[in-house]
């Protein structure tokens, strides 16, 4: 079996590693949106930490997609001059990164991660089929403007109970026109958000897809009707295909996971199989709970590709440093407290936990 530290190539993109930086919701942008100072250097210090494959947090393709006040945008073409700065610091010498930009649009409040977000004012479920069609054209169009900025793939958010994610939940998709019923018609709009973006970027530009294997809440959908939901997203063009989990109380939900993994760590590993079935020798991450590499090279064993962290890196951005050096301790600091979480959406992205400095 491979090792975590060997490369691997999805489509046309060779990774150094296996290790991949899970988005997660920075909150640095200005309030209109455009990258900072403090965004460009939080990415220069990921690119120089040694992971393989950096995915930025949620950019929003609309602005009335946006969930946090500080959240990256991409709806306009202003916004490319400001990506290209991230992805130039991504590509700095020596660092060998490679990096993609995770398309998001939040749909109805009060799901993911959206603690403290304003009310978005949308409806899943009253949205016209022009509204429908505009917010699949603005995927489209925001994968390409990552394209222009220099980037090297593209990331979908599908998961956590965002607008895709409640397109494809029972939960929230009350639907009875050909956006909602049934399986086929809850995953319509996902397949038409991956066509918008293929008939931006082209068939050879890599396309990441963050989606969950289940959605932890009764009435809910679960790991057999999502493993069938990827392999019909990798047909339509999907390359890799990350794992992920829940729709709603992410942070309860998580405490629970975590204390159900106990030393095997990943949250989500029952969907291994199941997916891996499903896409066939498509690329398969998955995400939660990951923190040794004993763990790692477990789940490379029993299929995974790429190995998800998203909150470890934010107290050690310099994790893929540390855990593959045989002097360092080889598993990451973080205890999965969820601080780091509840601050999101009003301040900036900091390990509560472990940086004690005071915000600005």
Not at 81 to 84: E, H, N
Not at 312 to 322: C, G, H, R, T, V
Not at 355 to 359: A, P
């Given at each position: 079996m491979p090792k975590v530290d060997t490369p691997y190539t999805i489509q046309n993109l060779t990774l150094k590693n296996r290790l991949l930086r899970s988005a997660t919701m920075e909150n640095m942008a200005d309030d209109q949106g455009?990258?900072?100072d403090a965004l460009v250097n939080l990415y220069h210090d990921l690119a120089i930490g040694g992971t393989?494959?950096?995915?930025?947090?949620?950019s929003a393709v609309q602005q009335k997609g946006r969930v946090w006040s500080h959240q990256t945008a991409l709806w306009d073409d202003r916004y490319i001059?400001?990506?290209?700065k991230l992805a130039?610091?991504?590509h700095q010498p020596g660092s060998n990164c490679k990096c993609a930009v995770q398309l998001h649009h939040g749909g109805m409040t009060g799901f993911g991660y959206s603690y403290g977000s304003e009310d978005s004012g949308y409806s899943?479920?009253?949205a016209s089929e022009s509204e429908i069609g505009k917010t699949i054209d603005a995927f489209g169009k925001a994968a390409l403007r990552v394209k222009k900025a220099g980037f090297d793939a593209i990331s979908v958010h599908a998961a956590h109970g965002y607008l895709i994610s409640q397109f494809l939940s029972p939960l929230t998709n009350n639907r009875s026109d050909k956006w909602g019923g049934d399986p086929a018609k809850r995953m319509r709009f996902a397949l038409e958000v991956c066509r918008s973006i293929r008939n931006k970027v082209g068939k050879d530009f890599p396309l990441f897809w963050k989606m969950n294997c289940a959605d932890f809440c009764n009435g809910g959908s679960e790991i057999a009707e999502y493993a069938q939901i990827a392999k019909k997203l990798v047909q339509a063009g999907v390359d890799l295909i990350e794992v992920s989990g829940g729709v709603k109380e992410q942070i309860k939900l998580r405490s629970k996971l975590k204390k159900e993994a106990g030393k095997k760590e990943a949250y989500f590993r029952d969907a291994i199989q199941p997916f891996r079935e499903a896409i066939g020798n498509k690329a398969l991450a998955i995400t939660g709970g990951i923190r040794s590499l004993n763990?790692?090279?477990d789940l490379m064993d029993e299929g995974v590709d790429m190995l998800g962290i998203c909150r470890?890196?934010?107290?050690?951005?310099?994790?893929?440093?540390?855990i593959f050096d045989p002097a360092e301790k080889n598993t990451a600091k973080c205890i999965s407290c969820n601080k780091c979480l509840l601050r999101i959406a009003a301040q900036p992205l900091k390990c509560v936990e472990f940086?004690?400095?005071?915000?600005d």
């Open positions: 455009f990258v900072t393989g494959l950096i995915i930025t947090g949620a001059k400001g990506l290209a130039k610091v991504v899943l479920n009253d763990v790692m090279q470890p890196f934010i107290s050690e951005p310099d994790l893929p440093n540390k940086d004690k400095t005071d915000d």
